[in-house]
């Protein structure tokens, strides 16, 4: 309040409830969040709660802002403030946990077993500032798992969370870990022999949630390059992929058969990554790729040719670079001259083994606008390229609906 705001505790909770009466004049549900409530004078703040309550606030988020609690103390913490507020009883209590400590989930569980929180703020794979927040797929597979324990019901279908999180993974071009609880690729892997004799005779020996309920698919190698479109077409719908047009779809097996034809197996991951909106081209598009040639020895310059399509004329961009991915996107650069910085760029490996499509993640910042994007290949060069020119083709649509306001 003193060095942030700048504001006295009486200013604090005269703007307190100006803000949830002003708010409250325009929407019935209203949630008043005292930011780094955890470290606040519990006195100061069941005074300012009470108060916004009576304004009208009908969620309470008690947020651990900084990640500083411990589970039994901030569970302890909400109770004692539902205790000792009169109308407590009148608005939902919510948590609101980060992960600087490794305990966001476990604070979060806390708040909702002890303190009797029935709301709690997470993000899918527990992104967030610094060491990120409560994650989704925990909370949610905690709850449905220790019912026992809980007594209580989330309203999510879980079969998606391992969906959504590739999803949120290909967006954001954080790679979720292998050792991730519920979403990584090993949490439902054994490689103890005595924990596999165990999981074939019984699976609940060493498993307490079945993979499928999250969405992960029992059968890992799906679709082959004798595969045809029906069976192609079947394990988009198995997938919950809804293509908009026969035309989509058509264009979408044309580039799986390629695949096929250069890789072996055709995981569940590959196809997601072929048929999604970054990796299936779209006619409109004003950068297209075509084509990739590079050559890198140890003692030479990398060097690159890339043909691609500008507005549908097709052009050839040659560069050196630090190395092939670089010379890659400067062979790009030299017909497009975006004048953009690129802020991240990440590989991930579709499925484990060294003949995988990798995926790129290139985010690129222009003029205060930032873009992802995303490209799928087995050759990791072109990956970057096709990555590199969907993140150009977001910045040149951006570009255009601003001048078509302006």
């Known amino acids: 309040m003193e060095k942030k705001l700048r504001m006295t505790p009486e200013q604090v909770f005269e703007q307190s409830k100006l803000a949830v009466r002003f708010a409250r004049n325009l929407m019935a ?4 969040r005292a930011e780094d409530a955890y470290r606040s004078d519990p006195d100061f703040l069941c005074r300012v709660i009470e108060a916004v309550i009576h304004e009208g606030a009908s969620t309470i988020n008690v947020p651990d802002t900084v990640g500083y609690a411990i589970p039994e103390l901030y569970g302890n913490f909400i109770k004692d403030l539902r205790e000792r507020i009169p109308n407590s009883d009148k608005a939902i209590w919510s948590v609101h946990c980060h992960n600087d400590l490794g305990m966001a989930v476990a604070n979060s569980l806390a708040g909702v077993k002890i303190g009797g929180a029935r709301q709690v703020e997470y993000t899918i794979n527990g992104l967030g500032e610094r060491a990120g927040n409560c994650a989704l797929e925990e ?3 905690a709850v449905k798992t220790r019912r026992d324990y809980f007594d209580l019901e989330v309203g999510i279908d879980a079969k998606y969370i391992v969906s959504t999180s590739r999803l949120v993974s290909q967006t954001t071009g954080f790679v979720v870990q292998p050792n991730k609880a519920v979403v990584g690729a090993n949490a439902f892997a054994h490689a103890s022999g005595i924990h596999q004799d165990g999981v ?6 060493y498993e307490i949630m079945r993979a499928e309920d999250v969405g992960w698919s029992a059968n890992k190698i799906v679709l082959g390059k004798l595969s045809g479109r029906t069976a192609f077409k079947q394990r988009l719908q198995e997938l919950g992929v809804t293509m908009g047009s026969e035309a989509d779809i058509n264009h979408a097996f044309i580039k799986f058969k390629d695949l096929a034809d250069r890789k072996s197996e055709i995981f569940d991951e590959d196809i997601l990554a072929l048929v999604s909106e ?13 084509a990739l040639s590079q050559h890198s020895e140890t003692g030479e310059m990398p060097h690159a040719t890339v043909i691609m399509t500008i507005d549908g004329t097709e052009v050839t961009g040659q560069s050196n670079g630090n190395g092939p991915v670089d010379a890659s996107l400067k062979a790009i650069e030299t017909h497009v001259n975006s004048g953009a910085e690129m802020v991240l760029y990440s590989v991930n490996a579709i499925s484990g083994s060294t003949e995988s499509q990798g995926e790129v993640t ?7 606008r930032v873009v992802n994007g995303v490209g799928a290949d087995p050759d990791i060069v072109v990956a970057s390229a096709k990555a590199y020119l969907s993140a150009l083709n977001k910045l040149h649509s951006q570009t255009e609906r601003v001048a078509a306001q302006g």
């Open 29 to 32: 549900d209203i949630e008043f």
């Open 139 to 141: 909370i949610v597979m």
């Open 200 to 205: 074939l005779k019984a699976r609940d020996t």
């Open 278 to 290: 970054e990796n299936v081209a779209h006619s409109h598009d004003h950068y297209g790729f075509v």
């Open 362 to 368: 290139v985010r690129l910042q222009n003029n205060g």
